[in-house]
């Protein structure tokens, strides 16, 4: 009991921004994670593709999706 408390206070250090970023960056962590079955059955039962193809698409999509968060963004 006395765990949880330190680390409630420990989250009130942190601005609002930051722990909004966390949760946020959680749930599309979450939403990602849940496509992977979803990619891999559409493309072996509709698009009759091996597994082998399926994971190479996942493939690809981790990359892009990696080399894309470590791209500078400017926003005007």
Same mark, same amino acid.
């Given at each position: 009991? $006395?765990?949880?408390? *330190? #680390?409630? #206070?420990?989250?009130? %250090? !942190?601005?609002?921004?930051?722990?909004?970023? +966390?949760?946020?960056?959680?749930? %599309?962590?979450?939403? &990602?994670?849940?496509?992977?079955?979803?990619? #891999?059955? !559409?493309?072996? &039962? @509709?698009? *009759? $593709? =091996? !597994?082998?193809?399926?994971?190479? @698409?996942?493939?690809?999509? =981790?990359? @892009?999706? #990696?080399?894309?968060? %470590?791209?500078? $963004?400017? +926003? +005007?």
């Amino acid at each position: 009991m $006395r765990k949880g408390l *330190h #680390t409630m #206070t420990i989250l009130k %250090n !942190y601005p609002k921004e930051a722990l909004f970023f +966390i949760i946020a960056s959680f749930i %599309n962590s979450m939403g &990602n994670a849940l496509m992977w079955p979803l990619t #891999t059955l !559409y493309v072996h &039962n @509709v698009l *009759h $593709r =091996s !597994y082998g193809d399926a994971g190479f @698409v996942l493939l690809l999509q =981790s990359t @892009v999706t #990696t080399s894309d968060a %470590n791209t500078k $963004r400017v +926003i +005007i």
